[in-house]
């Protein structure tokens, strides 16, 4: 691999997008010497970028944000795709597979508010703005007072609404706001103990063809193995939950002590009634405890636990 071949990096157009592909792009480049020049972005229109009228859960999930990548690395456009792991189906396409990781950044989400210093903090009635049923979910079970509302965008969208006062406050994952430069809108950051991020959160995921061992080789450098252990812990409990958009599911993975810590949350979308589970174990079992976790709250509900 001395040679500088050129890797086309596919990523979606937001923000956020770019500046994971650009970190992804950047990190080759300091692994392997080569120039940028080697490693163009290829930006990518998703189905998932155009819908901003609706929740994802009622236009088709989180596929919306990765088929029009996967098309191009199925035809061969694309090298590699770049994507937020909280973004992935739990099934991928036939001929894709996630080669890993980057080092996961901080997977807490953040309160943003102009007026209140916590979610504590809001007086009866206000609005809290988000995309996201888990944190709708979770926001309901601390404050069943408070109006919850679908706010779509990216987060300088997002934050621009709450600028104009169209919500009293949001949840914004604190990973994406670091990688954007934007931590000086934080009001509160949320500790995990008390609210649970998604399945994901805070890592990059970088898909590429099965059968590409080229690329898988290019990659190995700058993938992380504790964050790929994390996420395979995470990503079969959501397996296990059948989990989408469409599902409010928590869930965490750390390394404690050199063994692995799972901890998964399933919640009634109205956040009345909430299961959890958690799991502890070597780092060679984390695809085991993930789903030893998922089959134990999937026992434990209701059959009509998911339903608003």
Known sequence: MASSPTLVIGTRGSPLALAQAHETQDRLVAAHGWTVEHLPLSIIKTTGDAIQDRPLSEAGGKGLFTKELDIALLEGSIDLAVH???????????????????????????????????????????????????????????????????????????????????????????????????????TTMLETDDFLPAVGQGAIAVAIRAEDERVREVLQPILDAPTGQALAAERAFLTILDGSCRTPIAGHARLVGGELEFRGLVLRPDGSESLEALRRGSLGDAVALGRDAGSELRARMPPDFLKA
């Open 84 to 186: 937020s792991a909280k973004d992935l189906p739990t099934t991928l396409p036939e001929g894709i597979v996630i080669a890993g990781f980057l080092p996961r950044e901080d997977v807490r989400d953040a309160f943003i508010s102009h007026r209140y210093k916590s979610i504590a903090d809001l007086p009866q009635g206000a609005v809290v703005g988000s995309a996201s049923l888990r944190r709708q979910a979770q926001i309901r079970r601390l404050r069943p007072d408070l109006q919850v509302t679908l706010l779509r965008g990216n987060v300088q969208t997002r934050l621009a609404k709450l600028e104009r006062g169209e919500v009293d406050a949001t949840l914004l994952a604190m990973a994406g706001l670091r990688r954007l430069g934007l931590t000086d809108h934080v």
